[in-house]
């Protein structure tokens, strides 16, 4: 995923570009350039690194214009280096392009286009577009936004593309398929962007393009048309949040600081859809009850910390509705030859919207005539817009690439989403699903009770810093914490860690026990308690370091932890969103002591928007 972002208006065009890049870093980080228009030609200047770096590079440096596309790299094709970096240009040096995407066709154009005696100076897929852009135009005359056109329907692949001409200095071209390309204007200037934050200053109305579309932004105005050149009506999506909500807000990191935000984004989740007398109200979901009873199996397809939250989700739809429940790496979906029909629901989770395997999965199941419903914390998205129904999670936007806040809205947004169907299909006492969400609602203050344990989790943090290996396990629910806190602690630490079913160990996985490495186990909200004690025992007998996450005022958990974070009571089906809490900070803490950077890991983008 790359960071993308283009201005024409009457102001100069540099700063906006920086700004809104600064905003959009977080979504790839290897690279980082921008391109003016101005005076007949293309002035560029790129840097590989941290946007640091290109600003560095710009200071005193002559890039006045009114126009211009910036870029923050996320590397595919070629090394994360200077001459990779974007914008491209094409032969003339009269087009400049951004792109975030993948090419996959490439190859076969660049041998066309060296062929035809262009040269080419990266490695990259972008810049073949840009001279095949630029080539259309100096062999037929026509404009940026014909030849786009034209260009379009030979790329193969996922692309959001961003051109400018030194000839048109008053017209940007952006592009979507399967990347995402959000365009606005306001009274004086026109925006595109890869994400919303970096619009913020200058619009909170915004048009998030659909597959095949093509905007032509000019100072003040967009226009919308499809890739056969017809002008269609784009919908606008009003912004509610601020720019406020992108910044650190006091915290030393952005992951940090979104950690502690998760009582607040839990209560977004379940605003206005749980009232004082428990019932719960999904405006977004319009199926008919028909429809809800005569599902007869829920497919879950996700990706990362969000195949997580799915698999968290099987166990609570399993057990409130009582309908057969499979959860696929969104990944692997397609491939497996799955056999879905109209009366399938298919769940598809992805924070962003725009995860190009789930994206991918979502409308595979569409086409097999599945029921398909979303969960994502972005409006306007591409998954909220395939989807038959979707529920966001309102959790605000997450800029540290390790995934927090939006896993737990995610799990309160999954529990809301099973609850819902066992009501919609009459399955579930009506004392026991009042209970339940008593539960949910009590769920942000014991949020808060739960980060009072930032001391100890980061005292244990500095105890452990140093392993080069951590073991997770649970039994139920309790095996996606393990698998959650995990994948944390590999993200930003670059600690080996493997979550494991703790039935499991004995069939292989213990034999990595040995005196010293840290095991992580969950003991809450299984009812395999004394199972899971005895797992604990297990490795402890062979050496293992115990960090357990355990009930309040458990003795018998204590007698076997060297590290012990004590966790509220709630529903067993709940825990994950309280057990993941300390998890979290752990994989902070760990980094921090390891002088790591936990917003911007390496190799790492927010969101995935190529297979």
């Given amino acids: 995923m790359c960071g993308i972002v283009g201005y024409v208006g009457n102001e100069a065009a540099l700063p906006v570009l920086i700004e809104g890049m600064r905003q959009l870093e977080y979504r790839g980080y290897d690279s980082a350039g921008v391109a003016i228009a101005a005076s007949g030609g293309i002035a560029r200047v790129r840097r590989a690194g941290q946007l640091g770096n290109l600003e560095e590079a710009l200071d005193g440096a002559e890039l006045s214009g009114t126009i211009g596309i910036g870029h923050t790299r996320w590397a595919t094709h070629g090394a994360p280096d200077d001459t990779n970096a974007h914008p491209h240009v094409d032969s003339s040096g009269k087009v400049a392009i951004v792109h975030n995407g993948i090419v996959e066709n490439f190859d076969v154009l660049k041998e066309e286009l060296e062929a035809e005696g262009h040269a080419f100076e990266s490695e990259t897929d972008t810049e073949v577009v840009a001279k095949l852009v630029g080539s259309i135009m100096e062999s037929t005359g026509v404009s940026l936004l014909e030849a786009t056109l034209a260009t379009v329907d030979r790329l193969e692949g996922a692309f959001g593309l961003v051109l400018v001409h030194a000839d048109e200095p008053e017209t940007i071209v952006a592009v979507r398929q399967d990347s995402p390309i959000i365009v606005g204007a306001n009274g004086h200037a026109g925006l595109v962007a890869s994400g919303i934050p970096a619009l913020l200053p200058y619009t909170r109305d915004v048009i998030p393009l659909e597959n095949r579309q093509v905007a032509e932004i000019r100072p003040g105005s967009v226009r919308v048309l499809d890739f056969e050149g017809r002008e269609v009506d784009a919908e606008t999506v009003h912004v509610e949040w601020d720019l406020d909500a992108a910044e650190k807000s006091g915290y030393e990191d952005f992951m940090l600081k979104e950690i502690f935000e998760q009582p607040e984004a839990v209560r977004n989740t379940m ?54 429940v499979e959860l696929d790496l969104a990944s692997e979906f397609r491939y497996r030859d799955p056999v879905l029909d109209e009366h399938s629901l298919v769940i598809g989770i992805a924070q962003s919207g725009e995860t190009a395997d789930t994206l991918a999965a979502v409308r595979f199941a569409k086409d097999m005539g599945a029921m398909v419903v979303a969960i994502t914390n972005v409006a306007g998205s591409s998954i909220a817009r395939d989807a038959d129904a979707v529920l966001f999670t309102h959790a605000g936007p997450e800029i540290g690439v390790a995934a927090t806040k939006t896993f737990l809205a995610q799990l309160v947004a999954l529990n809301l989403f ?18 339940t969400i008593d539960a949910m609602r009590a769920l942000p203050d014991q949020i808060e009770e739960v980060l009072t344990l930032q001391g100890e989790v980061h005292r244990a943090a500095k105890r452990y810093a140093d392993a080069r290996d951590f073991i997770f396990i649970g039994r139920g629910v309790g095996m996606a914490v393990a698998l959650e806190g995990a994948l944390k602690l590999k993200e930003i630490s670059y600690i080996h860690a493997e979550g494991y079913a703790a039935g499991e160990l004995k069939h292989g996985a213990i034999a990595l026990i040995e005196g010293g490495v840290p095991v ?20 402890k007998a062979r050496g293992a370091e115990t960090i357990l996450i355990a009930p309040r005022n458990d003795e018998r958990a204590r007698s076997l932890a060297n590290e012990m974070f004590e966790m509220p009571t709630t529903k067993p089906l709940l825990t994950p969103i309280l057990d993941t809490i300390p998890l979290q900070m752990l994989a902070y803490f760990v980094a921090k002591e390891r002088g790591l950077s936990p917003d911007k890991p390496r190799n790492l983008a927010k969101s995935v928007t190529v297979e």
């Fill in 271 to 324: 605003r206005g859809r749980v009232d004082k007398q428990g019932h719960i109200t999904l405006d977004e979901v319009t199926w008919s009850r028909a429809d809800i009873e005569g599902i007869t199996k829920v497919v879950v397809v996700a990706c990362g910390t969000s195949y997580h939250s799915g698999m968290a989700a099987k166990h609570a739809i399993e057990h409130y509705t009582r309908i057969p």
């Fill in 418 to 435: 099973a609850l819902y169907l066992a009501r919609e299909r009459g399955v579930m006492e009506a004392d026991k699903l009042s209970e």
């Fill in 520 to 539: 992580v186990a969950i003991l809450t909200g299984t009812a395999l308690y004394d199972k899971m004690l005895g797992n604990v025992q297990e490795v």
